[in-house]
């Protein structure tokens, strides 16, 4: 059964931007921390950006002024936008929720920044 459902992905040119959604239900959204996370090829799974209930953002250094996370509670969707693209973001994204006793993943959407 799909939870979080993720569009927005696809190929851009280095300095290019991208804009990721995560829509889900709102007895998910509402209670739930999210998150976008990035898996490149032979790599692990590492956190990008997060965003509590209340608006409260974190993001990892390699993101730092390039990303966004944002949350619009009127529509269950949580955005990642993604500026200045590199090469080195090339990974698939997956969004995830963690509210109290669950987490959530999508089921991932790929970006590819061409140099």
């Known amino acids: 059964q799909v939870q979080l459902v993720e569009s927005g992905g696809g190929l851009v040119q280095a300095g290019g931007s991208l804009r990721l959604s995560c829509a889900t239900a709102?007895?998910?959204?509402?209670?739930?921390?999210m998150a976008w996370y990035r898996q490149a090829p032979g790599k692990q799974r590492d956190l990008v950006a997060s965003?509590?209930?209340?608006?409260?953002?974190s993001y990892a250094d390699s993101v730092k002024g390039r990303f966004t996370i944002s949350r619009d509670n009127a529509k269950n969707t949580v955005y990642l936008q993604m500026n200045s693209l590199k090469p080195e973001d090339t990974a698939v994204y997956y969004c995830?929720?963690?509210?109290?006793?669950?987490?959530?993943w999508g089921q991932g959407t790929q970006v590819s920044v061409s140099s």
């Open positions: 709102g007895s998910i959204f509402r209670a739930s921390a």
């Open positions: 995830y929720a963690n509210r109290p006793g669950f987490i959530y």
């Open positions: 965003i509590t209930t209340v608006g409260i953002t």
